[in-house]
T-cell receptor, first 113, second 113 residues
Framework: DTGVSQDPRHKITKRGQNVTFRCDPISEHNRLYWYRQTLGQGPEFLTYFQNEAQLEKSRLLSDRFSAERPKGSFSTLEIQRTEQGDSAMYLC???????????FGPGTRLLVL | AQSVTQLDSHVSVSEGTPVLLRCNYSSSYSPSLFWYVQHPNKGLQLLLKYTSAATLVKGINGFEAEFKKSETSFHLTKPSAHMSDAAEYFCVVSDRGDDKIIFGKGTRLHILP
């Protein structure tokens, strides 16, 4: 399968702990996007990369959140000092270029206790 | 600024009857419009997209949507619902000059036997 993959699929953590999620995009895709989806809502944009460069960050991305794509391939999203409000599905998507169709991974469901 | 409104949070139809999921958009430029489907515990899957070619767009699984600029609408239809169509559907808009996509809040489609 050559689709977008995310790891882990589920994560339960205690408030105050740090968590890190990984996304592997479709191999030829230059663009990589992170979204957050809470219950009953559509996904909300967090940030995106063109190769290894982070081009834009949403105001939703507080200073506890950091994303990297060091070699322009996989990306990580880290949340420091997690809060209960961080509980959500974190989705990753990739596309071959800007303004092209985005292909989504299965998501990482985070529960902060 | 771009935005999208899905007019119904829940729609219920009987198996074999037509499906109509409504979507209105707001866009400063000529938009790209998409419909994605999300089945439980699965990733978002692209159903169809409009990018300024034919206004009637055909997608997968018998779905289609019509772009109506005068009504700023992009409603999703299917002539005959199947039990496997039960899922969450998201209408998505992207301005031509913007790499980001904006999701609606979603419409949950229920199929009655």
């Amino acid at each position: 399968d050559t689709g977008v993959s995310q790891d882990p699929r589920h994560k339960i953590t205690k408030r105050g702990q740090n968590v890190t999620f990984r996304c592997d995009p479709i191999s030829e895709h230059n663009r990589l996007y992170w979204y957050r989806q809470t219950l009953g809502q559509g996904p909300e944009f967090l940030t995106y990369f063109q190769n290894e460069a982070q081009l834009e960050k949403s105001r939703l991305l507080s200073d506890r959140f950091s994303a990297e794509r060091p070699k322009g391939s996989f990306s990580t999203l880290e949340i420091q000092r997690t809060e209960q409000g961080d509980s959500a599905m974190y989705l990753c998507a990739s596309s071959p270029e800007g303004r092209a169709t985005q292909y989504f991974g299965p998501g990482t469901r985070l529960l902060v206790l | 600024a771009q935005s999208v409104t899905q007019l119904d949070s829940h729609v219920s139809v009987s198996e074999g009857t037509p499906v109509l999921l409504r979507c209105n958009y707001s866009s400063s430029y000529s938009p790209s419009l998409f419909w994605y489907v999300q089945h439980p515990n699965k990733g978002l899957q692209l159903l169809l997209k409009y990018t300024s070619a034919a206004t009637l767009v055909k997608g997968i699984n018998g779905f289609e949507a019509e772009f109506k600029k005068s009504e700023t609408s992009f409603h999703l239809t299917k002539p005959s619902a199947h039990m496997s169509d039960a899922a969450e559907y998201f209408c998505v808009v992207s301005d031509r000059g913007d790499d980001k996509i904006i999701f609606g809040k979603g419409t949950r489609l229920h199929i009655l036997p």
